[in-house]
C-alpha cells in the first residue's frame, strides 16, 4: 500500500494503512506545500511565506532552519521500518521535494475524475454522475481543515470555490437525467444558500418547471431579478433571461429529456484555467460580451484590453467560463506563456504557432502530420472545427491570426492582441479600473470584511493608491491578510513612502 494522503478534509496521512501521527501544526503546514505539488521543488521563499507570511517581522529567528527541523521530523515520521525517509522528502538548493505519486493524494483522484466526468458528460450522463458522485464523496470536510499559514488558506478557498463548481455540473447532469423531483428539495436549500449564484438558480428554476411548478419557477425568477436589481443593481445574465423567455412561452424542449444513447463523439477538450473564485464587479463589461458571444449562428471575436493590473486576462478566463453551455464541443487555451500542449507564442510566430495549432488538433482527437507548416495546420485546424462550437480564449497573444477558429458556430476571446492584428468586424471591450464599491468588496473578501468595516476612510486611500486596479488591489488585502497586526492606515502609510 505504501504512503496515502488525504487534503480534502482535515490532513492525514497512512502507511500501509496505518495512520501517521504528523506532529505540531506548522509542519502538518510544510507537508501540506509539498502535497500540492507532489514530485516538484517548492521553494524555500514559498515555504516561508507560505507557512509565516510576506511579513519577515513575523517570522521566526531563523526561518530555514525551523524548515529543516519540520521536514526532519517530517521524514522519520513517514517513513518505512528501518528506513530514514530520506528519499521521499529530499532537500535540494532552494527548496523541498516530496517524491510521491500523485495518484497516493486524494486531490489528484478527485481531479482525474471530474476531468473524465467532463469528457463524459454529454456522450455517457449516466457514468458522468457516477463519477461526480465519486469525486464529491471523497471529501471529509473543508480542504486541509485546521492547517495553518496563508499557503494551506488559499489552498482551501480555491479548493471549496472548485468542489461547489462540481456540485453544479452534477446537479445540471442530474436534471439532464429527468431526476427534477428528487432533486427539488437539495436545490432549493442551495439556492437559498447562493441568492447571487445565478446557475445555481437557473437550476432551482427549471428543476420547479419541470416537476409542474411552473407559477413557482417564474416567481423565483421575479424574486432573483429583483434581487439582483435592488442589492446589484444588475439583469439576469443571458441565460438566465433566455430560460425565463423559454418558461413562459412553454417551450417543449424544457420538458425532461431522456437519457442519451451511448455513442461514439469527437473530443470535447476543456482547456480552461480554473475560473477566479472570489470575483467582484465588471458586471456590465460581463454582460456585454455574454451577450456578444451566445448570439446564435455567428462566429464572434471579442478582443479585450485594458491598463497593466486591470485583470482582462482574469475576465477573459472568467467570461470563457461563464460561456462554457454555449460552446459545448470544447474550450481550447493558449497564452504567451505557452498553451498546454505547446510552446510559447507572445507574437504567434510560424513555429510557436506551428505548436499551438498542433496541439489544438490533438486537443480535439486529430494527428497532425508532422511535415505540416502552419498555413496547412490552420486549414485543418478550421476543417476540423466545422459543425461544432468550440471557443478559442487567446491570452496576451499579440498577433492571433493563425490560431483564431474563423469557423461558423466558433468564437474567440482575446487579450493583448495588437489592434491592427484583429481581423475585421471584431468587437473589443475596455476594462478599467474597478468601481470604487467593488474595489472596496475584493478588498474585504481577500483580507477581510471586519477590518474594512473598521477603517472606511484608509480603505478608500488604499484603494484609490492601488488605482482601484484589481491586481494592485489583490497584492495589498494579500498583505494585510498575511498580517493581521497590521492595520489598513497602516499599509497606507508604507505604501504611500514608497
Not at 116 to 138: K, T
Not at 169 to 181: K, Q
Not at 185 to 203: S, W
Request: glycine share 10%; net charge neutral; charged share 25%.
Amino acid at each position: 500500500m505504501g504512503l496515502e494522503f488525504s487534503v480534502l478534509g482535515p490532513l492525514c496521512a497512512w502507511r500501509d494503512g496505518r495512520e501517521i501521527d504528523l506532529g505540531r501544526p506548522q509542519q502538518r503546514a510544510v507537508l501540506a506545500a509539498l502535497l500540492l505539488a507532489p514530485g516538484q521543488l517548492v521553494p524555500l521563499a514559498q515555504l516561508i511565506d507560505g507557512l509565516w507570511g510576506e511579513d519577515d517581522s513575523q517570522w521566526p529567528k531563523n526561518p530555514v532552519g525551523q524548515l529543516s527541523t519540520h521536514t526532519h521530523r517530517l521524514r522519520r515520521a513517514m517513513a518505512a521500518h528501518g528506513d530514514s525517509g530520506g528519499a521521499v522528502l529530499v532537500a535540494e538548493s532552494g527548496g523541498y521535494r516530496l517524491n510521491v505519486d500523485r495518484r497516493s493524494v486524494d486531490l489528484f483522484h478527485y481531479d482525474a475524475a471530474v476531468l473524465e466526468s467532463a469528457a463524459l458528460r454529454h456522450d455517457d450522463p449516466v457514468r458522468a454522475r457516477a463519477l461526480l458522485r465519486e469525486a464529491l464523496g471523497r471529501w471529509r470536510g473543508p480542504a486541509l481543515d485546521g492547517v495553518p499559514g496563508v499557503l494551506a488558506e488559499r489552498a482551501r478557498h480555491r479548493l471549496a470555490a472548485g468542489r461547489h463548481a462540481v456540485t453544479k455540473t452534477l446537479l445540471d447532469i442530474e436534471l439532464t437525467l429527468g431526476r427534477h423531483a428528487e432533486l427539488l428539495p437539495e436545490l432549493g436549500a442551495l439556492a437559498a444558500r447562493n441568492p447571487h449564484d445565478e446557475e445555481v438558480q437557473r437550476l432551482y428554476v427549471l428543476a420547479l418547471h419541470r416537476g409542474g411548478r411552473t407559477a413557482e419557477a417564474l416567481a423565483a425568477f421575479d424574486a432573483l431579478r429583483e434581487r439582483l436589481d435592488r442589492e446589484l443593481g444588475l439583469e439576469p445574465a443571458p441565460a438566465m433571461m433566455e430560460l425565463h423567455t423559454r418558461i413562459r412561452h412553454g417551450d417543449p424542449a424544457l420538458t425532461a429529456p431522456t437519457v442519451p444513447a451511448r455513442r461514439r463523439r469527437p473530443a470535447r477538450p476543456c482547456q480552461l484555467p480554473p475560473d477566479i473564485p472570489d470575483w467582484v464587479g465588471r458586471g456590465a463589461e460581463l454582460r456585454e460580451a455574454e451577450g456578444l458571444l451566445r448570439q446564435p449562428g455567428t462566429s464572434p471575436v471579442l478582443a479585450l484590453s485594458g491598463p497593466r493590473g486591470s485583470g482582462t486576462s482574469a475576465f477573459a478566463v472568467h467570461l470563457a467560463h461563464a460561456v462554457q453551455d454555449a460552446y459545448p464541443d470544447g474550450q481550447l487555451y493558449a497564452s504567451a506563456d505557452g498553451p498546454r500542449d505547446g510552446g510559447a507564442l507572445e507574437e504567434a510566430g510560424p513555429a510557436e504557432a506551428r505548436a499551438v495549432l498542433a496541439a489544438f488538433l490533438r486537443a480535439l482527437g486529430e494527428r497532425p502530420p508532422e511535415a505540416a507548416d502552419t498555413d496547412e495546420l490552420s486549414r485543418r485546424f478550421r476543417a476540423t472545427l466545422a459543425g461544432r462550437r468550440v471557443l478559442v480564449l487567446l491570452d496576451g497573444v499579440a498577433v492571433p491570426e493563425p490560431l483564431l477558429p474563423a469557423t461558423a458556430g466558433c468564437a474567440a476571446v482575446l487579450t493583448g492582441a495588437a489592434p491592427d492584428a484583429l481581423p475585421a468586424g471584431a468587437a473589443h471591450i475596455r476594462i478599467g479600473p474597478l468601481e470604487a464599491d467593488d474595489a472596496h468588496e475584493l478588498l474585504a473578501r481577500v483580507a477581510g470584511a471586519d477590518r474594512v468595516r473598521e477603517e472606511p476612510g484608509p480603505v478608500a486611500e488604499l484603494a484609490a493608491l492601488c488605482g482601484h486596479l484589481p491586481l494592485h488591489l489583490r497584492a495589498a488585502a494579500t498583505r494585510l491578510a498575511a498580517r493581521p497586526q497590521w492595520s489598513v492606515a497602516g499599509l497606507v502609510a508604507r505604501t504611500g513612502r514608497r
